[in-house]
């Protein structure tokens, strides 16, 4: 689980990134989930867009996603999302 600090240190970095997976009229199919987890174990942190033709709300699509990649759900803003997994191996951020 994250820290309240975590979490406004990973909002900080995550506001200058772009989303890097995208949810659109598929839902969240197992595509998604799979590019979704081969982006968090290349960066740890990563924004998620869904889509306008999307059928299932932001909210609950982004956080089926946390579920899906066993990745924290750090921040939901309108339609984006940001995402956070911890590589054990080869950590890319510093938490305080």
Request: hydrophobic share 40%; no cysteine; glycine share 8%.
């Amino acid at each position: 689980m994250l820290t309240g600090k975590q979490k406004r240190y990973l909002r900080s970095i995550g506001s200058t990134i772009e989303p890097i997976v995208q949810i659109g009229k598929g839902g969240v199919a197992q595509p998604v989930i799979e590019s979704a987890k081969d982006a968090l174990l290349a960066r740890e942190l990563i924004k998620v867009r869904v889509l306008q033709n999307s059928p299932e709300e932001p909210p609950i699509a982004i956080a089926f996603l946390a579920e899906s990649t066993g990745a924290e759900l750090v921040q939901v803003i309108g339609r984006n999302g940001l995402l956070y997994k911890r590589n054990q191996e080869k950590p890319k951020l510093e938490l305080p």
